[in-house]
């Protein structure tokens, strides 16, 4: 913005904010000061607000020895920024116990401003995270006395790599979500996505995936084969044993 001096003395000027929320965004620089005659000030005004819709507000330039103050209106609009992913679901189908899935999928920021997110899944277990059939099969072979007790919490199951970040302008995340099912059951839940000064869950993906019993099994069995397999390698048959 811009001041001019249109009279013959020198003219000594401050501003008067409002006290609004939107007000308090504003800045402005200088504040006051001393303009000469026929003189120019140029006032930068900066904006920051994470209240988001149009807004009109209305300043005051006192001005000493003048009886009305100028006026300066400032109006705008504050938008939010737009993205969606580029999948309509993440689609597991069936899953095997301790067998870790990954699906990608990106998160696309499709407005002309940076976006802060944070990635979940409500649902997902609070407990410490699944166990994968490798390290199930590593705390088979250690001693009894050094392995880790089984919480009675519901395992985490999902992991989202990055599950939080910035996303420039007009640009995208790679985001890779991996179920390891621990748990007999069918998943119907969904990602979801908190954006900072927006919200929380603003978007929402769904997670489809089924853990059968059968399937379950299936792996059950195969680790039995594999044991019966190698203690018939290093014992005679009729002395292994299987636990």
Same mark, same amino acid.
């Given at each position: 913005a811009i001041l001019y001096n249109k009279g013959s003395i020198d003219a000594l000027f401050n501003m008067t904010l409002p006290t609004s929320a939107l007000g308090?965004?504003?800045?402005? +620089?200088?504040?006051?000061?001393?303009?000469?005659?026929?003189?120019?000030?140029?006032?930068?005004?900066s904006f920051s607000s994470t209240i988001l819709g149009n807004f009109e507000e209305e300043f005051l330039v006192n001005v000493n020895g003048s009886p009305e103050p100028v006026k300066l209106t400032i109006r705008g609009c504050v938008i939010g920024p737009t993205f969606h992913f580029n999948v309509p679901a993440l689609h597991f189908g069936d899953v095997s116990f301790g067998f870790p899935h990954t699906?990608?999928?990106?998160?696309?920021?499709? +407005?002309?401003?940076?976006?802060?997110?944070?990635?979940?899944?409500?649902? *997902?277990?609070l407990g410490r995270k699944s166990i994968s059939y490798c390290e199930q099969h590593a705390d088979y072979k250690r001693p009894s006395g050094t392995k880790e007790e089984i919480s009675s919490m519901k395992p985490k199951e999902f992991t989202i790599t990055p599950d939080c970040g910035t996303i420039r302008p007009q640009g995208f995340a790679a985001i890779r979500v991996t179920l390891c099912s621990n748990t007999v059951q069918k998943y119907e839940l969904a990602l979801v996505v908190d954006v900072e000064g927006i919200g929380e869950e603003v978007?929402?993906?769904?997670?489809?995936?089924?853990?059968?019993?059968?399937?379950?099994?299936?792996?059950?069995? +195969?680790?039995?084969?594999?044991?019966?397999?190698?203690?018939?390698? +290093?014992?005679?048959? *009729?002395?292994?044993?299987?636990?």
């Open positions: 308090a965004c504003f800045v402005f +620089s200088p504040k006051e000061g001393i303009i000469e005659p026929s003189g120019v000030q140029a006032i930068q005004i699906l990608i999928c990106s998160l696309n920021n499709t +407005s002309l401003i940076p976006m802060t997110f944070k990635l979940r899944v409500p649902g *997902d277990g978007l929402v993906l769904l997670i489809t995936a089924s853990a059968p019993e059968l399937c379950n099994r299936k792996v059950l069995l +195969s680790v039995l084969q594999w044991k019966i397999h190698r203690a018939k390698r +290093s014992l005679p048959w *009729d002395t292994v044993a299987v636990t």
